[in-house]
């Protein structure tokens, strides 16, 4: 669809009382909070969850602490169920860089082994293969992957990589630069195919995809609940299934250091751990307010609606189309290109995301791929159109004078 067709705004949605979903969290009214996807955003029945978590375990600490891993393993039972895996596949860590980090220990010493990633990775993670393949005495190779690829096109830029050297490959299964997915479950079948370990960084899956490891042959997967679960923030899954998983370790060694996979990720010693038995509360009350089929279907039209009338400002101002060609889109997630002189790097998108945010009020996200300057909408459920439509009137006309101010710069001798 272009950015000119109209098309029909979704419709809020209300909580049971009639009030705005919004009233159910405690973000700032102050505020216009349009970047869901990077920090999540807490409902406040999981708050007042963890809170009460905090009171019991400030209360008895002797008592909560030699109790708590039974309790992790009981709340694991029911995380598993929402990613519908099973329970025995499934560890906690704090978040998915987290559980990438005990991947990356895991692997046995392979001298001069490289590990193959994409130019759409995760910087973070990109960064620990990196030192990975150091200590290897290897190299990272990076498969390009254009914006535009469909599925094909993306798995061939991937195995291009791979040979014989490859001891990893890492995948996004949702890109968090560039808002789409990669063929994960063809990248996982043929690197099965030739005993080739595959780690899915699947940080922006859970919640946003119904059954995110549905037909993903993978070693490891991590994702983050912290996202779009709106679980307590320091709530991630490893799920693991291969051989690989008789050797993953938490980052921090407890006295359950020598109980099998899963069950010695439930003893960090005296970490606060209420994050994770607060998260079955906050995918509850998605389920029980909306369900997360509907959930999902309001997000992904709102996120559209949102592509097409932030789009349509950022064209009536420049004259040139802001539509992203994105292969493999995603729900909820979409990408508006930015007018030539914002966000051209990864510094530049940060440093305008603390300059909107500060000025004009708006929580958002801005991405940089390829040089190109990209505003990445989240869209949640307390999001409306309303908040779209305020970002389109308001903020794009600035952020075009600040882009033409930024070229005048660049061309003044």
């Not at 950022?314 to 040139?320: L, N, P």
Request: proline share 7%; net charge negative; with cysteine.
């Amino acid at each position: 669809m272009s950015e000119t067709e109209v098309t029909t705004a979704p419709r809020p949605l209300l909580l049971a009382d009639g009030r705005p979903a919004a009233r159910a969290w405690s973000l700032d009214p102050a505020l216009r909070h349009l970047n869901h996807g990077s920090f999540g955003a807490v409902p406040l029945v999981a708050q007042t969850r963890q809170n009460q978590l905090r009171e019991e375990m400030d209360r008895s600490p002797v008592v909560w602490f030699p109790a708590l891993p039974g309790r992790i393993a009981s709340t694991r039972v029911e995380l598993a169920a929402f990613l519908r895996v099973d329970p025995g596949d499934l560890a906690l860590v704090p978040n998915a860089s987290a559980g990438v980090s005990t991947v990356y220990a895991a692997l046995a010493p392979r001298p001069g082994g490289e590990i193959v990633v994409t130019d759409h990775g995760y910087g973070a993670v990109t960064m620990g293969a990196e030192r990975l393949a150091r200590r290897w005495g290897g190299r990272v190779r990076t498969a390009r992957v254009p914006l535009e690829a469909d599925a094909e096109r993306a798995y061939e830029a991937v195995m291009a990589e791979v040979d014989d050297a490859t001891g990893l490959i890492v995948v996004d299964h949702i890109t968090s630069v560039t808002a789409r997915r990669m063929p994960v479950d063809r990248i996982g079948a043929e690197a099965r195919r030739r005993g080739i370990p595959l780690l899915v960084d699947g940080a922006h899956a859970p919640g946003l995809i119904a059954d995110p490891l549905s037909g993903v042959a993978c070693d490891v997967w991590v994702g983050n609940l912290h996202k779009w679960g709106c679980a307590p923030r320091g709530t991630a899954a490893v799920v693991a299934r291969g051989p690989l998983r008789e050797h993953l370790h938490p980052l921090i060694d407890s006295w359950s250091a020598t109980d099998p996979y899963p069950d010695r990720f439930d003893q960090q010693g005296t970490l606060d751990a209420t994050c994770y038995l607060a998260a079955p509360t906050a995918l509850g009350f998605i389920e029980r307010t909306w369900g997360w089929e509907t959930a999902r279907r309001y997000m992904d039209d709102l996120a559209g609606y949102a592509e097409r009338v932030v789009g349509a400002a950022f064209t009536g101002i420049t004259g040139d189309s802001s539509a992203v060609d994105v292969g493999m889109p995603v729900p909820g997630m979409r990408l508006v290109r930015l007018p030539p002189g914002l966000a051209a790097t990864r510094e530049e998108a940060d440093a305008l995301r603390d300059r909107v945010a500060g000025e004009l009020g708006v929580e958002t996200a801005f991405t940089s791929f390829g040089g190109v300057g990209y505003l990445r909408l989240s869209a949640h459920v307390y999001n409306t159109v309303a908040d779209y439509e305020y970002f389109a009137e308001s903020c794009v006309p600035v952020l075009g004078a600040w882009a033409s101010a930024a070229r005048a710069r660049r061309r003044a001798p």
